[in-house]
């Protein structure tokens, strides 16, 4: 590699140059100038979560194939109510399934 000659290599700024009006030359403090411009960061408690209510019955995990669509709106609509997809989905079959009747011969 060629080297270049000592007139073409100079520093940026010479030492003893100035800061740019309106600037400092170096924070007082590290942490300062550094941001989006947030002046002073509140201390926010983060907000408590409801706890979820019991089961009233008891679930158990089941193996169920759904269409991609599906799956979206049953997330959809479990985002909107704020509870969970097998919530929903039980909701959905509950309303929507009839119920068993095991009738015997006399």
Known sequence: MP??????????????ADPIEGMEAE??????G???G?????AVAPRARRR????????????VYLTDAVWER???????KRTNVSAIAGEVLERNL?????ERDA
């Open 34 to 36: 550094q941001g989006r």
């Open 74 to 80: 049953l997330q959809l609509e479990a985002i909107r």
């Open 98 to 102: 009839p119920r068993l009747r095991i």
């Open 38 to 42: 947030v002046q002073e960061a509140r």
């Open 3 to 16: 080297t270049l000659p000592s007139a073409l290599i100079r520093p940026a700024a010479p030492p003893d």
């Open 27 to 32: 924070p007082a403090d590290p942490a300062e």
């Open 52 to 63: 979820k209510p019991a089961a009233t019955e008891k679930t158990s995990k089941r193996g």
